[in-house]
């Protein structure tokens, strides 16, 4: 018989550990495999925007943003407390409404059941770990407290800096291609930032006092993708810094703000998709089954699949059952040490 190297010999999670699961093990979605040339791995790229996803919703919320709900550079010269308290309330006002609306659809009416959902158990209600007792109250209050007002931050200093010409400024009609090329690289830029910070962020000291905030969450809804310590949040969003250093314009810089925001609220969702309902299968993928593996099982999976550093350095989660006997191997050699 000829051994199928294609298909390597695996044991999945039986059905007490996902109520949904994408196809086990996880298929390969990095852009940096060589392997595949050139042209599938472009296909990769275009499928993972094109024709809708999340992210290209954000790219026109960002045009949106910056075109009807921002001060001009003129006003943002100098701080002032109209404009900045008018930038505050519209990031409050898209974090309830995205956070808030897929709350209601998906948990409070129930829209999908538990179709597409990949854990089923219910969030805690009576749990002393979540300010108010309460894993839902205790998400909203991180997020909102501290996560709209961070975000704000650096909305408005980004701002102030492209008005006063500390952030280089790249204009659309001088230079198109670059400005269509940052939106599909400023992502991957942000899956590895994400992957470095994410690993200082599990180290004893800072998990303990910071990381582990965002960590009460084992099984995560929509409001858990953004409640995390102040520290995290300050660390989490300094990915627009880059935006100090290289050209580019306000909207590349809001646009990298929103995603960063907007998609760990979706990505945190709980469900592989947003669909009609129960019987439906069409529908927005928003969910990161990468992602809520680390949730479930903590020392794995720091980055995203984009760009595949869990795969370089060891740490990467497949969804097999034989992933889940290596990542708590490697948490207990941790806790030994
Ligand atoms: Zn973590
Ligand atoms: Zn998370």
Same mark, same amino acid.
């Given at each position: 018989?000829?051994?199928?190297?294609?298909?390597?010999?695996?044991? +999945?999670?039986?059905?007490?550990?996902?109520?949904?699961?994408?196809?086990? *093990?996880?298929?390969?979605?990095? $852009?940096?495999?060589?392997?595949?040339?050139?042209?599938?791995? =472009?296909?990769?790229?275009?499928?993972?925007? $094109?024709?809708?996803?999340? %992210? =290209?919703?954000?790219?026109?919320?960002?045009?949106?943003?910056?075109?009807? $709900?921002?001060?001009?550079?003129?006003?943002? /010269?100098?701080?002032?407390?109209?404009?900045?308290?008018?930038?505050? =309330? %519209?990031?409050?006002? $898209?974090?309830? +409404?995205?956070? &808030?609306?897929?709350?209601?659809?998906?948990?409070?009416? !129930? /829209?999908? &059941?538990?179709? #597409?959902?990949?854990? @089923?158990?219910?969030?805690?209600?009576?749990?002393?770990?979540?300010?108010?007792?309460?894993?839902?109250?205790?998400?909203?209050?991180?997020?909102?407290?501290?996560?709209?007002?961070?975000?704000?931050?650096?909305?408005?200093?980004?701002?102030? @800096?492209?008005?006063?010409?500390?952030? *280089?400024?790249?204009?659309?009609?001088?230079?198109?291609?670059?400005?269509?090329?940052?939106?599909?690289?400023? *992502?991957?830029?942000?899956?590895?930032?994400?992957?470095?910070?994410?690993?200082?962020?599990?180290?004893?000291?800072?998990?303990?006092?910071?990381?582990?905030?965002?960590?009460?969450?084992?099984?995560?809804?929509?409001?858990?993708?953004?409640?995390?310590?102040?520290?995290?949040?300050?660390?989490?969003?300094?990915?627009? +810094?880059?935006?100090?250093?290289?050209?580019?314009? *306000?909207?590349?810089?809001?646009?990298?703000?929103?995603? !960063?925001?907007? #998609?760990?609220?979706?990505?945190?969702?709980?469900?592989? @998709?947003?669909?009609?309902?129960?019987?439906?299968?069409?529908?927005? !993928?928003?969910?990161?089954?990468?992602?809520? +593996?680390?949730? /479930?099982?903590?020392?794995?999976?720091?980055?995203?699949?984009?760009?595949?550093?869990?795969?370089?350095?060891?740490?990467?989660?497949?969804?097999?059952?034989?992933?889940? @006997? %290596?990542? %708590?191997? /490697?948490?207990?050699?941790?806790?030994?040490?």
């Amino acid at each position: 018989m000829i051994h199928d190297t294609t298909k390597p010999d695996v044991t +999945l999670p039986g059905k007490s550990t996902w109520n949904y699961h994408p196809n086990l *093990p996880l298929e390969d979605q990095s $852009l940096f495999n060589l392997k595949r040339g050139p042209i599938l791995g =472009l296909k990769v790229l275009w499928n993972s925007w $094109l024709p809708i996803s999340d %992210r =290209l919703i954000v790219v026109g919320v960002s045009f949106l943003t910056w075109f009807y $709900l921002s001060p001009s550079l003129e006003t943002a /010269r100098s701080f002032a407390f109209g404009w900045i308290a008018g930038v505050y =309330l %519209r990031n409050l006002a $898209l974090m309830v +409404l995205v956070a &808030g609306g897929m709350h209601l659809y998906l948990y409070t009416f !129930k /829209r999908q &059941g538990n179709h #597409l959902r990949y854990d @089923a158990r219910p969030f805690h209600k009576k749990n002393a770990l979540y300010k108010f007792n309460s894993q839902f109250l205790d998400n909203v209050y991180w997020s909102i407290a501290s996560g709209a007002t961070i975000w704000t931050a650096y909305d408005v200093l980004g701002l102030w @800096a492209y008005a006063n010409g500390y952030a *280089p400024m790249l204009s659309f009609s001088e230079h198109p291609v670059w400005c269509v090329l940052w939106f599909v690289l400023l *992502p991957i830029y942000g899956v590895f930032h994400f992957y470095w910070i994410h690993r200082l962020l599990h180290w004893g000291p800072i998990y303990d006092k910071v990381h582990s905030l965002h960590h009460r969450n084992v099984n995560v809804g929509p409001w858990s993708g953004m409640s995390m310590h102040p520290v995290e949040h300050v660390i989490y969003l300094s990915s627009v +810094l880059i935006h100090l250093v290289i050209p580019s314009h *306000p909207i590349h810089f809001i646009f990298q703000l929103q995603q !960063k925001v907007l #998609l760990a609220i979706t990505s945190h969702g709980g469900y592989e @998709a947003i669909t009609g309902g129960e019987d439906s299968d069409a529908g927005l !993928k928003v969910g990161d089954f990468f992602h809520q +593996l680390h949730h /479930r099982y903590f020392e794995c999976n720091y980055g995203e699949p984009e760009v595949p550093c869990d795969k370089w350095f060891g740490t990467f989660h497949d969804g097999t059952e034989e992933a889940t @006997a %290596r990542t %708590r191997a /490697r948490l207990k050699a941790m806790r030994i040490k």
